[in-house]
């Protein structure tokens, strides 16, 4: 598998390497991340003969003290097709605490605020059903009014 990071989007290439001809050879290929503050990825061969990857986080607007963090670790693997899976690396449910969960909630334009527990990490996991929205958008905030907001959007594809 090779990385390519040129201050954009993350891809990678699945193939093979020719070391007498010092050449690579791709057979599938695709975006490592999609978003814009991943880049430079490292990986790490674990004992257990995983590989495990991290990128650095870049772009955050200053004074967030974010920039040249690194992302959460994620497993690897490959599909049978060859293409590339990425699941959070096991490991990280060491640091999950009492779970919070909110089902079925209706998405509108108007910010809805849930309260959270009072916590320095969180792990999110949304499944959103986009119902034909062109975009959805969600903010992460302290009820702080001097903190700054994480934002996240989506834009859904037109398979036209």
């Not at 959270?116 to 969600?138: H, Q, R, V, Y």
Request: hydrophobic share 35%.
């Amino acid at each position: 598998m090779l990385f390519v990071s040129p201050y954009g989007k993350v891809q990678y290439f699945v193939g093979d390497f020719d070391p007498d001809s010092c050449r690579f050879h791709a057979q599938t290929n695709g975006m490592l991340d999609y978003g814009p503050n991943f880049y430079a990825p490292n990986t790490m061969l674990v004992p257990d003969g995983r590989r495990i990857v991290w990128g650095w986080v870049n772009g955050f607007k200053s004074g967030h003290g974010w920039n040249g963090c690194l992302s959460l670790p994620r497993e690897l693997s490959l599909s049978k097709s060859g293409q590339l899976r990425q699941e959070p690396a096991p490991e990280l449910r060491k640091l999950r605490g009492k779970s919070v969960e909110w089902r079925n909630v209706p998405l509108s334009a108007d910010a809805k605020p849930f309260k959270l527990p009072a916590t320095n990490t969180m792990e999110i996991e949304l499944e959103i059903e986009s119902n034909g929205a062109k975009d959805i958008a969600i903010g992460i905030k302290s009820a702080s009014n001097d903190s700054y907001a994480v934002d996240m959007s989506f834009e859904t594809q037109n398979s036209n």
